[in-house]
């Protein structure tokens, strides 16, 4: 019985597709640009969690389990806002 037929002629070929995909997925950041970003975004964590907790309506409101669905919560609270505030045409 015949296997499969290869996807790659060769072990360099499939190097290449490999390092392409990674190319593809992998972005280059300063390391401590990144770092201050990261250290950035737990103090806005620990902020609105203390917030919450204080009774702040805007952070008791916000979905705050991680990093990223903080950003998301607020930039949705904000957009929410701007379109309460702006004038009807």
Same mark, same amino acid.
């Given at each position: ?14 190097? +290449? ?9 992998? #972005? ?15 103090? #806005? ?18 979905? +705050? ?5 903080? #950003? ?18």
């Amino acid at each position: 019985m015949a296997g499969r037929p290869r996807q790659y002629a060769s072990a360099a070929e499939k190097m +290449a597709a490999y390092r392409a995909r990674q190319e593809q997925r992998t #972005l280059l950041a300063d390391r401590a640009n990144f770092e201050q970003t990261q250290q950035l975004l737990a103090r #806005l964590m620990d902020a609105v969690h203390a917030a919450a907790r204080a009774g702040e309506p805007v952070a008791s409101g916000l979905e +705050a389990r991680t990093q990223l669905g903080l #950003l998301e919560s607020l930039a949705a609270h904000f957009e929410s806002q701007a379109r309460l505030a702006s004038p009807k045409r």
